[in-house]
């Protein structure tokens, strides 16, 4: 199982007025779509294992 890194630097300028908030949504956009597509790809068992069902993917990666 592939492990993803969640801790994600800021880059330069990035905390500043609309350009910072935009690269902030991309990322957040980004993250959750790496998330559901890591989530898709475990199969129903593993799922059960991890106590979430494929109903649950979008719920979780909307976090």
């Known amino acids: 199982m592939a492990a993803f890194e969640t801790n994600r630097l800021a880059a330069p300028g990035a ?3 609309i350009v910072g908030r935009l690269v902030a949504s991309v990322a957040a956009w980004n ?6 597509k890591a989530l ?3 199969s129903d068992r593993e ?17």
Do not use: F, H, N, P
């Open 47 to 63: 799922l059960d294992d991890i106590g979430l069902s494929r109903g649950d993917i979008d719920m979780i990666s909307a976090r």
């Open 40 to 42: 898709a790809r475990l």
């Open 15 to 17: 905390g500043v007025g």
């Open 31 to 36: 993250d959750a779509r790496v998330t559901r």
